[in-house]
């Protein structure tokens, strides 16, 4: 018995070593961090090594499984073997969302800036926020959204899983999504949070947030949010726009806003709208045509106000706030048509 006593007492030693070493590494490691293992680190788990609060919708660790099955549901609108029925037969969330940044600085989300580092690395112009990031938000749709949906806005403003849900039955006009597929999609999103890379912090900034890892550091907490912003904020414009004689379009930014807004929808063949064109001359004749109308196929008109689904003809266009495209890049878009309808 006493043999098996000291043989306890030596494991439970062993044990209790082996946790302390443990512990030791892992601080060792913390505090040993360089800049560049640092930059790949999730924001969302520096934040919680910081003692932030978790988001409802935190997870520790994306799934790889769970990954792949996400990026399916959102790029295909089910998964690609169908072993389940699509989320929408309209839509899929790449027709609205990009996957990827688009604003060099997280903390300047404007307009203008979307254009500047679309146009650089030639990403598509289009009405909804990027998905890269979205799991970094707190907030969904923001501003004017309660104009659009009522009520229905409500349960989505701080919570990503009803956010999630409202985007599927209302937007893409389809059917509620079930758990494991709103888990996926969430495991997906986790996958494509920020990175400490995507923040522009400077080298000091970088040594503070590493000496206080595993420490409660509001300080560090609040330095590291004000780097994005963790609410994509929504203004509806005005459909009826004005534009005065001195008013000057940058013809170059109307060609891109044309390219990768207008056709990334409408371009024939893609079966996503039941209007499609292309950027022939007769196209351009009928927009310029149109423009002064107050209907779905005048330009200003359709990217202020959108479209809303009606019985029979459930596809609709979502409108473009003043966040995504501001009043003079709408110029800008006016006066390429113009310009290529001589």
Known sequence: ??????????????????????????????????????????????????????????????????????????????????????????FVCTDCHNQVKEVRNLSIETADERLRYGIKHQIPFLPASTFYGLYNKRHWYNGDYYKKYGDLVLPTRDTLINAIQLCAVQCSQGRPMQTWELRAVLHYLRSIDYKIK??????????????????????????????YAETNPATFGDPYISISDDAVGNIENGKYIFEKGCLHCHQLGKNITAFEFDAESLTFSFLEKKLKKHSNYSVPYIVRKGTYATSGKRQYMPQYPLEKMNKQQLIDLIFYIKSKSK
């Open 1 to 90: 018995m006493k043999t098996k006593f000291i043989l306890y007492s030596l494991v439970g030693l062993l044990a209790i070593t082996i946790l302390s070493f443990a512990n030791l590494s892992s601080k060792t490691t913390i505090s040993s961090l360089t800049n560049d293992e640092l930059a790949n680190l999730s924001v969302q788990e520096v934040l919680i090594e910081l003692k932030d609060e978790k988001p409802i919708h935190y997870i520790h660790k994306e799934n790889a499984d769970s990954v792949r099955m996400g990026y399916e549901l959102v790029h295909f609108g089910q998964l690609k073997n169908k072993s389940n029925k699509r989320i929408s037969k309209f």
């Open 198 to 227: 995507d923040l522009s912090l400077t080298p000091q900034e970088l040594e503070y947030i590493k000496l206080h890892l595993g420490t409660s550091s509001p300080k560090t907490i609040k330095m590291i949010k004000s780097k």
